[in-house]
């Protein structure tokens, strides 16, 4: 394969310039099957599981850092024998001393298929040869325990490395660490200290962490055209993500198109590709757009003028409270007392259901959020998969989804960072396991014609405290 240059200029979270960037990638996408490349999965770190580590040291006042490995990819070896040529400009002293001789990696090289998967392999066994343990039920996150007040949590993506230790006096394992990367990679600070992944990690204060995206919700608005408005706390503290109109008459596919003069001016507006990068926010840091979002992503084959003017809405709001951020700590929260819960639990979890909403399909709709010292850790908003005769069908279909999440996934991931031992799940949900179950074996997905809200009455709220 050939290779070619690629030059970037790398912003940091004022949107400065902060350097730039060349880079020699090989074009892997000319790679073949089975001669150049096999197997390319490279695991990263859950979202769910970066959300609790920070919750887990805001609650017990822990540093969090971000480190950078350069040119991490270059340090990892091949797994097979790969040919590149090279050529552009200002690399004239690697022109091979004979016509038709090209070079052989070494080492792997950007831009290849197989460089994420074997670079994870190299950082993952250097890890456990430095007494790192590998979390079992997430494979990128690892943990040094020297004692009880002296641990270090590392969490990787791909290449980029977050490290939660406890306090300085005390990071003994944390200083084991660093001394073991710097004396194998060439390892610095990342640039932004408190950036990780483009989400900002502020601790502001003690026991108390902040993540938000307000530079990749600024870029965004730049990309599309869209105006920056001025943040305004006492006007959009009446906002929504969603209009008026929408909530008193849902939308449909009534609103879609018919001509193809209207399709074709539709396909004019970037509707998927806004969609898309909203979905990126509301993954990491913005769980109050996920019900407004979802029901924004079903028209995506077909939009309409309603559904464009409903997320132009959407991303209106999401301009004027782009500063908003996940807060974990004691007093991260204080509305959690108007609600009558205690939300600096291990794990709190919160499930409804909204039957028959989709007046397409007449599916309803289920949302769950966890939260985990006063801050959301996970959230679900997504339609149904199958029909609910009644609302109190409709409520079990939502509790058995929220269940799936709790039992191991969630648990088993806080039980790591506080005990670093494997163990059962956490005693506050041990109810829940059996109502999965049960659930999985009430709705077993029959198809039925449709439900109307006329057919029962019957009710039942589900919320776990």
Known sequence: MDTKWVLKIKANQQGLVDRFKARLVGRGFKGILGVDYWKTHASVVRKESLRLLIAHAAHNDLDHKSIDISGAFLEADTDRKVYVEVKGEGIDDLIPPEPGMVYCLDKSLYGIKQAPRQWMIQITNDLLSWGFVQHRFDPCLFMKRDSETDYCIVALYVDDMSITTTKAGNQKAYDSLIKSLTARYKCSPADDRNVYL??????????????????????????????LPEVNVRKYGNMTPSSVGSRATPLTKDDCPKTQLEIDEMNKLPYRQIVGSLRHLEQWTRPDISAALNILSTFQANPGKKHWRELSCLVKYVAATRHMALHYGKAANPASKMMG????????????????????????????????????????????????LSTCEAEFMAASDAACEIPVSLTERYRAFTTGARGTTHTEMQFIIPLGIMMRYLHSHRPCASSDKSVCSLSVGAGFP
């Open 341 to 388: 819960h205690d939300l600096n639990k291990q794990l709190e979890c919160f499930v409804d259901a909204n039957w028959g909403t989709c007046k397409d399909t007449r599916l309803s709709r289920t949302g769950y959020v966890f939260f985990s010292r006063n801050g959301c850790v996970a959230w679900r908003s997504r339609r149904q998969v199958t029909q609910a």
């Open 198 to 227: 483009g989400i900002r990690i502020n601790k502001t204060g003690p026991g108390h962490y902040s993540m938000d995206q307000e530079r990749y919700v600024v870029d965004l608005l730049k990309k599309y055209g869209f105006n």
